[in-house]
Protein backbone atom coordinates (compact mmCIF):
# COMPACT_ATOMS: atom_id res chain seq x y z
CA UNK A 1 0.00 0.00 0.00
CA UNK A 2 1.54 3.26 -0.84
CA UNK A 3 1.52 5.91 2.06
CA UNK A 4 0.15 9.40 1.34
CA UNK A 5 2.74 12.34 2.16
CA UNK A 6 0.94 12.77 5.72
CA UNK A 7 1.08 9.01 5.94
CA UNK A 8 4.65 9.46 5.49
CA UNK A 9 5.60 12.35 7.89
CA UNK A 10 3.83 10.71 10.38
CA UNK A 11 6.06 7.79 9.76
CA UNK A 12 9.12 9.88 10.17
CA UNK A 13 7.91 11.75 13.19
CA UNK A 14 7.12 8.27 15.09
CA UNK A 15 10.85 7.32 14.11
CA UNK A 16 12.51 10.25 15.46
CA UNK A 17 10.01 10.21 18.62
CA UNK A 18 11.21 6.36 19.26
CA UNK A 19 14.94 7.59 18.75
CA UNK A 20 15.08 11.17 20.30
CA UNK A 21 16.30 10.11 24.18
CA UNK A 22 18.87 8.39 22.29
CA UNK A 23 20.44 11.31 21.67
CA UNK A 24 18.66 13.50 24.76
CA UNK A 25 20.20 13.77 28.46
CA UNK A 26 17.84 11.40 30.89
CA UNK A 27 17.85 13.92 33.35
CA UNK A 28 18.35 17.26 31.03
CA UNK A 29 15.37 19.24 30.47
CA UNK A 30 14.97 18.83 26.90
CA UNK A 31 13.17 15.23 27.07
CA UNK A 32 10.70 16.53 29.77
CA UNK A 33 9.58 19.23 27.52
CA UNK A 34 9.20 16.40 24.36
CA UNK A 35 7.57 14.34 26.94
CA UNK A 36 4.61 17.43 27.51
CA UNK A 37 4.66 18.06 24.09
CA UNK A 38 3.33 14.61 23.39
CA UNK A 39 0.68 14.84 26.09
CA UNK A 40 -0.58 17.70 24.36
CA UNK A 41 -0.60 16.84 21.60
CA UNK A 42 -2.47 13.91 22.67
CA UNK A 43 -5.23 16.07 24.34
CA UNK A 44 -5.31 18.32 21.59
CA UNK A 45 -5.95 14.76 19.43
CA UNK A 46 -9.05 14.35 21.93
CA UNK A 47 -10.17 17.70 21.47
CA UNK A 48 -10.31 17.44 18.25
CA UNK A 49 -12.97 14.55 17.66
CA UNK A 50 -15.39 17.37 18.99
CA UNK A 51 -13.43 20.32 17.69
CA UNK A 52 -12.31 19.35 14.37
CA UNK A 53 -14.67 16.69 12.89
CA UNK A 54 -17.55 18.27 15.16
CA UNK A 55 -17.18 22.23 14.95
CA UNK A 56 -18.05 21.54 18.80
CA UNK A 57 -15.82 24.25 19.90
CA UNK A 58 -15.00 23.30 23.40
CA UNK A 59 -13.09 26.13 25.55
CA UNK A 60 -13.93 23.34 28.87
CA UNK A 61 -11.89 20.58 28.05
CA UNK A 62 -9.56 21.56 31.65
CA UNK A 63 -12.66 19.90 33.42
CA UNK A 64 -12.16 16.78 31.77
CA UNK A 65 -7.67 16.73 31.97
CA UNK A 66 -8.69 17.83 35.64
CA UNK A 67 -10.97 14.89 36.43
CA UNK A 68 -8.92 12.59 35.18
CA UNK A 69 -6.16 13.86 37.17
CA UNK A 70 -8.09 13.89 40.79
CA UNK A 71 -9.68 10.69 39.82
CA UNK A 72 -6.47 8.58 39.41
CA UNK A 73 -4.51 10.37 42.00
CA UNK A 74 -6.95 10.62 44.82
CA UNK A 75 -7.62 6.73 44.52
CA UNK A 76 -3.85 5.81 44.66
CA UNK A 77 -3.45 8.12 48.03
CA UNK A 78 -6.81 7.30 49.60
CA UNK A 79 -7.09 3.32 48.41
CA UNK A 80 -3.50 2.54 47.44
CA UNK A 81 -5.43 1.51 43.77
CA UNK A 82 -2.38 1.71 40.75
CA UNK A 83 -3.00 4.31 38.57
CA UNK A 84 -3.15 2.50 35.66
CA UNK A 85 -6.25 0.94 37.05
CA UNK A 86 -6.91 4.85 38.32
CA UNK A 87 -6.75 6.07 34.52
CA UNK A 88 -9.23 3.69 33.16
CA UNK A 89 -11.77 4.69 36.34
CA UNK A 90 -10.94 8.47 35.72
CA UNK A 91 -12.05 8.01 31.74
CA UNK A 92 -15.21 6.37 33.00
CA UNK A 93 -15.97 9.21 35.05
CA UNK A 94 -15.10 11.96 32.59
CA UNK A 95 -17.12 10.12 29.74
CA UNK A 96 -20.25 10.40 32.57
CA UNK A 97 -19.38 14.37 33.07
CA UNK A 98 -19.27 14.55 29.10
CA UNK A 99 -22.55 13.00 29.00
CA UNK A 100 -23.93 15.20 31.86
CA UNK A 101 -22.93 18.29 30.13
CA UNK A 102 -24.40 17.15 27.09
CA UNK A 103 -27.62 17.29 28.36
CA UNK A 104 -28.09 21.17 28.73
CA UNK A 105 -25.50 21.94 26.24
CA UNK A 106 -25.19 20.47 23.14
CA UNK A 107 -28.27 21.77 21.34
CA UNK A 108 -26.19 24.93 21.74
CA UNK A 109 -24.12 25.79 19.19
CA UNK A 110 -21.11 28.46 18.30
CA UNK A 111 -19.99 30.39 20.91
CA UNK A 112 -22.58 29.76 23.34
CA UNK A 113 -21.73 25.98 23.45
CA UNK A 114 -17.94 27.45 23.63
CA UNK A 115 -19.22 29.78 27.04
CA UNK A 116 -21.20 26.77 28.17
CA UNK A 117 -18.25 24.61 28.65
CA UNK A 118 -15.83 27.11 29.93
CA UNK A 119 -18.60 27.72 32.74
CA UNK A 120 -18.67 23.52 33.42
CA UNK A 121 -14.54 23.51 33.94
CA UNK A 122 -14.90 26.66 36.14
CA UNK A 123 -17.42 24.89 38.49
CA UNK A 124 -15.06 22.09 38.74
CA UNK A 125 -12.09 24.49 39.30
CA UNK A 126 -14.11 26.20 41.99
CA UNK A 127 -15.18 22.97 43.66
CA UNK A 128 -11.40 21.85 43.82
CA UNK A 129 -10.30 24.86 44.91
CA UNK A 130 -13.08 24.76 47.96
CA UNK A 131 -13.28 20.96 48.88
CA UNK A 132 -9.75 21.00 50.36
CA UNK A 133 -10.66 17.86 52.35
CA UNK A 134 -10.68 15.75 49.37
CA UNK A 135 -8.83 17.62 47.00
CA UNK A 136 -6.46 19.14 49.19
CA UNK A 137 -7.87 22.79 48.14
CA UNK A 138 -5.16 24.72 46.72
CA UNK A 139 -2.42 24.01 48.13
CA UNK A 140 -2.78 20.94 45.55
CA UNK A 141 -1.56 16.94 45.33
CA UNK A 142 1.51 15.71 45.72
CA UNK A 143 2.10 12.11 44.10
CA UNK A 144 3.82 9.92 46.96
CA UNK A 145 7.19 8.90 44.93
CA UNK A 146 8.09 4.97 45.60
CA UNK A 147 10.80 4.84 43.33
CA UNK A 148 11.26 2.51 40.43
CA UNK A 149 7.57 1.41 40.44
CA UNK A 150 6.51 0.20 37.24
CA UNK A 151 3.07 -1.13 38.44
CA UNK A 152 2.31 2.11 40.34
CA UNK A 153 3.48 4.09 37.25
CA UNK A 154 6.36 5.45 38.58
CA UNK A 155 10.39 5.61 37.47
CA UNK A 156 13.18 7.11 38.50
CA UNK A 157 13.68 7.76 34.62
CA UNK A 158 12.19 10.50 32.65
CA UNK A 159 12.77 7.57 29.54
CA UNK A 160 10.25 5.21 30.91
CA UNK A 161 7.67 8.25 31.12
CA UNK A 162 8.53 9.86 27.41
CA UNK A 163 7.68 6.34 25.75
CA UNK A 164 4.18 5.49 27.56
CA UNK A 165 3.56 9.06 26.45
CA UNK A 166 4.49 8.05 22.74
CA UNK A 167 2.10 5.13 23.44
CA UNK A 168 -0.61 7.43 24.69
CA UNK A 169 -0.06 9.83 21.72
CA UNK A 170 -0.30 6.75 19.26
CA UNK A 171 -3.42 5.43 20.58
CA UNK A 172 -4.94 8.78 20.91
CA UNK A 173 -4.11 9.14 17.03
CA UNK A 174 -5.48 6.47 16.05
CA UNK A 175 -8.57 6.29 17.59
CA UNK A 176 -9.08 9.75 16.05
CA UNK A 177 -8.09 8.04 12.69
CA UNK A 178 -10.93 5.68 12.86
CA UNK A 179 -13.89 7.67 14.09
CA UNK A 180 -12.50 10.40 11.15
CA UNK A 181 -12.22 7.28 8.13
CA UNK A 182 -15.71 6.01 9.60
CA UNK A 183 -19.06 5.67 9.29
CA UNK A 184 -19.28 7.92 12.45
CA UNK A 185 -16.52 10.59 11.81
CA UNK A 186 -18.82 11.06 8.48
CA UNK A 187 -21.72 12.19 10.82
CA UNK A 188 -19.66 14.11 12.69
CA UNK A 189 -18.88 15.87 9.46
CA UNK A 190 -22.00 16.13 8.19
CA UNK A 191 -23.23 17.42 11.74
CA UNK A 192 -20.31 20.36 11.35
CA UNK A 193 -21.60 21.47 7.84
CA UNK A 194 -25.06 21.41 7.76
CA UNK A 195 -26.96 20.22 11.16
CA UNK A 196 -30.57 20.38 9.33
CA UNK A 197 -29.40 18.56 6.31
CA UNK A 198 -27.99 15.51 8.67
CA UNK A 199 -30.65 15.92 10.71
CA UNK A 200 -33.28 15.04 7.42
CA UNK A 201 -31.06 12.44 6.27
CA UNK A 202 -31.24 10.20 9.35
CA UNK A 203 -28.34 11.16 11.54
CA UNK A 204 -29.39 11.60 15.40
CA UNK A 205 -27.64 15.11 15.96
CA UNK A 206 -27.85 14.63 19.53
CA UNK A 207 -26.66 11.07 20.28
CA UNK A 208 -23.79 11.32 17.31
CA UNK A 209 -22.59 14.45 19.35
CA UNK A 210 -23.03 13.18 22.74
CA UNK A 211 -20.56 9.60 21.78
CA UNK A 212 -18.31 12.64 20.48
CA UNK A 213 -18.05 14.09 23.28
CA UNK A 214 -17.99 11.15 25.97
CA UNK A 215 -14.85 9.68 23.39
CA UNK A 216 -13.32 13.08 23.55
CA UNK A 217 -13.83 13.24 27.41
CA UNK A 218 -12.22 10.04 27.93
CA UNK A 219 -9.20 10.23 26.32
CA UNK A 220 -8.37 13.74 27.69
CA UNK A 221 -8.87 12.27 31.03
CA UNK A 222 -6.26 9.58 30.31
CA UNK A 223 -4.06 12.74 28.92
CA UNK A 224 -4.95 14.24 32.73
CA UNK A 225 -3.67 11.25 34.51
CA UNK A 226 -0.31 10.71 32.32
CA UNK A 227 -0.10 14.37 32.66
CA UNK A 228 0.20 14.15 36.60
CA UNK A 229 1.98 10.98 37.01
CA UNK A 230 4.89 12.78 34.93
CA UNK A 231 4.94 15.86 36.90
CA UNK A 232 3.78 14.68 40.61
CA UNK A 233 2.32 17.65 41.60
CA UNK A 234 -0.59 19.75 40.56
CA UNK A 235 -3.27 21.68 41.79
CA UNK A 236 -6.60 23.26 40.74
CA UNK A 237 -5.44 26.35 39.25
CA UNK A 238 -3.02 23.79 37.17
CA UNK A 239 -5.30 21.24 35.66
CA UNK A 240 -8.80 22.74 35.53
CA UNK A 241 -6.58 26.11 34.40
CA UNK A 242 -8.54 27.86 31.39
CA UNK A 243 -5.06 29.40 29.25
CA UNK A 244 -3.09 26.56 30.47
CA UNK A 245 -5.52 23.23 29.26
CA UNK A 246 -8.84 24.38 27.76
CA UNK A 247 -7.47 27.31 25.09
CA UNK A 248 -4.01 25.67 24.93
CA UNK A 249 -5.49 22.48 23.19
CA UNK A 250 -8.08 24.70 20.97
CA UNK A 251 -4.74 26.35 19.74
CA UNK A 252 -2.67 23.27 18.77
CA UNK A 253 -5.20 22.12 16.84
CA UNK A 254 -6.30 25.43 15.20
CA UNK A 255 -2.92 26.00 14.24
CA UNK A 256 -1.62 23.07 13.65
CA UNK A 257 -4.81 21.88 11.37
CA UNK A 258 -8.57 21.59 12.55
CA UNK A 259 -10.21 18.46 11.75
CA UNK A 260 -7.09 16.56 10.21
CA UNK A 261 -4.95 13.55 12.17
CA UNK A 262 -1.37 15.46 11.73
CA UNK A 263 -2.58 18.82 12.63
CA UNK A 264 -2.26 18.38 16.57
CA UNK A 265 0.84 17.15 16.49
CA UNK A 266 2.46 19.63 14.06
CA UNK A 267 0.46 22.35 16.25
CA UNK A 268 1.96 20.88 19.49
CA UNK A 269 5.76 20.77 17.82
CA UNK A 270 5.35 24.33 16.89
CA UNK A 271 3.85 25.80 20.14
CA UNK A 272 5.07 24.22 23.00
CA UNK A 273 8.74 24.41 21.87
CA UNK A 274 8.45 28.06 20.95
CA UNK A 275 6.62 28.88 24.04
CA UNK A 276 9.55 27.12 25.88
CA UNK A 277 12.52 28.87 24.13
CA UNK A 278 10.47 32.12 24.26
CA UNK A 279 10.39 31.83 28.31
CA UNK A 280 14.12 30.42 28.33
CA UNK A 281 15.79 33.35 26.57
CA UNK A 282 13.35 36.53 27.05
CA UNK A 283 11.84 36.08 30.66
CA UNK A 284 14.70 37.76 32.74
CA UNK A 285 14.67 41.22 30.17
CA UNK A 286 10.81 42.15 31.33
CA UNK A 287 8.00 40.75 32.71
CA UNK A 288 5.59 39.73 30.45
CA UNK A 289 7.67 39.61 27.17
CA UNK A 290 7.99 36.23 26.22
CA UNK A 291 4.15 35.79 26.82
CA UNK A 292 4.09 38.68 24.56
CA UNK A 293 6.41 36.98 21.97
CA UNK A 294 5.07 34.14 21.92
CA UNK A 295 1.48 35.76 21.74
CA UNK A 296 2.86 37.82 18.39
CA UNK A 297 4.34 34.88 16.09
CA UNK A 298 1.28 33.25 17.55
CA UNK A 299 -1.05 35.49 16.16
CA UNK A 300 1.31 35.64 12.49
CA UNK A 301 1.09 32.13 11.88
CA UNK A 302 -2.82 32.34 11.85
CA UNK A 303 -2.79 34.80 10.31
CA UNK A 304 -0.12 33.80 6.96
CA UNK A 305 -2.45 30.28 7.16
CA UNK A 306 -5.46 30.09 8.68
CA UNK A 307 -6.30 26.34 8.13
CA UNK A 308 -3.30 25.69 10.10
CA UNK A 309 0.53 24.58 9.52
CA UNK A 310 -0.63 21.29 7.33
CA UNK A 311 -1.76 23.38 5.13
CA UNK A 312 1.22 24.83 3.77
CA UNK A 313 2.38 21.23 3.01
CA UNK A 314 1.09 21.43 -0.41
CA UNK A 315 2.05 24.53 -1.02
CA UNK A 316 5.96 24.14 0.13
CA UNK A 317 5.35 20.81 -2.37
CA UNK A 318 4.67 23.13 -5.06
CA UNK A 319 7.06 25.56 -5.07
CA UNK A 320 9.70 22.53 -5.07
CA UNK A 321 8.19 21.68 -7.94
CA UNK A 322 8.45 24.80 -9.72
CA UNK A 323 4.98 25.48 -9.35
CA UNK A 324 2.91 29.52 -9.04
CA UNK A 325 3.98 30.70 -6.02
CA UNK A 326 0.86 31.38 -5.20
CA UNK A 327 0.02 32.30 -1.24
CA UNK A 328 -0.98 29.04 0.90
CA UNK A 329 -4.40 30.20 1.81
CA UNK A 330 -5.02 30.75 -1.97
CA UNK A 331 -5.43 26.93 -2.43
CA UNK A 332 -8.80 26.52 -0.84
CA UNK A 333 -10.12 28.54 -3.85
CA UNK A 334 -7.86 25.52 -6.33
CA UNK A 335 -9.41 23.02 -4.63
CA UNK A 336 -7.01 21.67 -3.18
CA UNK A 337 -7.83 20.59 0.88
CA UNK A 338 -6.42 19.61 4.01
CA UNK A 339 -5.24 15.92 4.31
Same mark, same amino acid.
Given at each position: ??? /? @? ?19 ? @? ?122 ? @? ?57 ? /? ?62 ? @? ?46 ? /? ?11 ? /? ?5
Amino acid at each position: MRL /K @PTGILLLVLFVVAVLLPLGLD @PRGNWLRVMGTVMIFAAAAQAWNIMGGLANQVSLGHAAFFGIGAYVSTLLYINFGISPWIGMLIGALVAAGAGALICLPTLRLTGHYFALATLAFAEVCRVIANSWSSVTGGPVGLTIPFAGDA @PMLFQFRSTVPYYYIILALLVVVSLVFWRIQVGAFGYRLRALRETPEAASVVGVNVFRT /KMIATMISAALTALCGTVFVQFTFFFDPDSVFSLTTISIRLAMIAIVGGLGTLIGPIIGALFLL @PLEEVAITLLSSQASGVAQLAFGVVLIAAILIEPRGLVALGPWIMRRL /KGGQPSAPSDMTA /KGETNV
